[in-house]
């Protein structure tokens, strides 16, 4: 084994160690009981908690301890994120704090089903207009958070709740200003090994057209859900969602736009008016 080898494995167990997870009845900053972990991402995990002050359910978040200073770095603008955004399908800032050197962000919790639960798990299938609808509600969030300046760059399929008929959206660990660059440590060790590739989440432009584009995979997803393949096809043959998706034609402009395969759209407001004209 090289040493390089050697190096990476070392490093890689060191990680898994002072990453595992706050158990189950351990106690956070002397307040918050874990009942389990309900989130985990790169540079966070998250817990359902009780707050043993008020009895109440919320959700705490602890920056990664493996990804040092850029964790912290990133759950305290997370924070003042959050402190900044008012909406009923938002999580609620509650706190801020330092414990045993591990930092952690509080905030409301919020339970509810992925998209991927309703498809896979409840064999839910999703129409043109259903789509539109579901499309039309998170835009509403997220046309929101656009106008307080903010984007929030993660808009994934874990990070869209849904519950009795309404959408929350979470985790805004990676949201930035809108044409805020990327943060940067001062160590330039770290610095190298964080601009390793180009294509990671963390280092899209803050702008609003990188949230639509998640939109539309986030839509295409919801459509794929009612697809039946052609098995007389070849399996070999590689066909795109315009050749397997039966869609209108205007839905389908819609989500060549928020793919940049048409001209994008100048923000969120906009698609928000070309999507309406859809509705029934």
Known sequence: ????????????????????PVEANTQIGNRYLVHEMIG?????MTYKCTDQNTGDLVAVKQARP??????????????????SLHHPQIPV????????????LVMSYGSGDTLEDLIFEQARTFNEQ???????????????????????????IPNVLFKNDFIYLIDFGLARTIGEPPPRL??????LRLHSTSSSSDYKIAEEQADLQDIGHFMLFMLYSAYEPDYKQKQS??????EELQLSKELKEVIEHLLGLRRPYTGSFQFMMELKKLEN
């Open 130 to 156: 259903e789509c539109v609808r579901i499309t039309l509600q998170l835009l509403n969030i997220v046309t929101f958070i656009h106008e307080q300046g903010f984007v929030h760059l993660d808009l994934r």
């Open 237 to 242: 043959l590689e066909r795109s969602w315009r």
């Open 93 to 104: 800032f509650y706190d801020l704090f330092t414990s045993k050197s591990q930092m952690y």
């Open 40 to 44: 985990e991402g790169s540079y966070g």
């Open 1 to 20: 084994m090289s040493n390089t080898h050697l190096r990476s494995r070392i490093s890689s167990f060191i990680a898994a160690w002072r990453d595992y």
């Open 186 to 191: 001062k160590s330039k060790r770290a610095w």
């Open 66 to 83: 493996s990804k040092g200073d850029h964790a912290r770095l990133l759950l305290g603008r997370e924070a003042d994120i959050l402190k």
